[in-house]
T-cell receptor, first 112, second 111 residues
Framework: GEDVEQSLFLSVREGDSSVINCTYTDSSSTYLYWYKQEPGAGLQLLTYIFSNMDMKQDQRLTVLLNKKDKHLSLRIADTQTGDSAIYFCAESLQTGANNLFFGTGTRLTVIP | EAGVVQSPRYKIIEKKQPVAFWCNPISGHNTLYWYRQNLGQGPELLIRYENEEAVDDSQLPKDRFSAERLKGVDSTLKIQPAELGDSAVYLC?????????FGAGTRLSVL
């Protein structure tokens, strides 16, 4: 079955880069996503990458995908206190109306 | 444009009572999802609708959970009777193609 794993916690100092890692098991993943969840809120889509890509950059966010190792990472440049949240990695296995399989989330704490 | 709207935001009930959650997806989104998020976990799919048809309800505990999307727009998720283990955040999402947009969720506490 689908298994998406993330480390639980990450702490960085304001202004440093953050790197959040994710591994998944299903090689038939089509899209991989990063969502952000702030306390008491729903999930906010940050970015996503199609499985035939290996990198995507969007302002302060860089997504790297290593299909061979089934490893996905999210790099946040110049991390700010407002970036403190839980970050979820998710994969979908088919195009169109896809079901998402989420990791357990990584809690990012930014230290001023 | 309004996002996915869920109500209520919070609900506290005693065990064995019924409870219902409501979701209004983004206009034009044919696909609607209900997820459950337990504390410290990622969301897990309960049911997916394509218009008014439930196309994937394999993870929905059908003995006590039910859902409907009668006109293919808004949806309700019901639990009857609720159990202590049902305490969680219930998230609704909608999508047009490959991107799912989530509502703020309903936090259910069963006492």
């Amino acid at each position: 079955g689908e298994d998406v794993e993330q480390s639980l916690f990450l702490s960085v100092r304001e202004g440093d880069s953050s790197v959040i890692n994710c591994t998944y098991t299903d090689s038939s993943s089509t899209y991989l996503y990063w969502y952000k969840q702030e306390p008491g809120a729903g999930l906010q889509l940050l970015t996503y990458i199609f499985s035939n890509m290996d990198m995507k950059q969007d302002q302060r966010l860089t997504v790297l995908l290593n299909k061979k190792d089934k490893h996905l990472s999210l790099r946040i440049a110049d991390t700010q206190t407002g970036d403190s949240a839980i970050y979820f990695c998710a994969e979908s296995l088919q195009t169109g109306a896809n079901n998402l399989f989420f990791g357990t989330g990584t809690r990012l704490t930014v230290i001023p | 444009e309004a996002g996915v709207v869920q109500s209520p935001r919070y609900k506290i009930i005693e065990k064995k009572q019924p409870v219902a959650f409501w979701c209004n997806p983004i206009s034009g989104h044919n696909t609607l999802y209900w997820y459950r998020q337990n504390l410290g976990q990622g969301p897990e799919l309960l049911i997916r609708y394509e218009n008014e048809e439930a196309v994937d309800d394999s993870q929905l505990p059908k003995d006590r959970f039910s859902a409907e999307r009668l006109k293919g727009v808004d949806s309700t998720l019901k639990i009857q009777p609720a159990e202590l283990g049902d305490s969680a955040v219930y998230l609704c999402a909608s999508s047009l193609e490959n991107i799912q947009y989530f509502g703020a969720g309903t936090r259910l506490s069963v006492l």
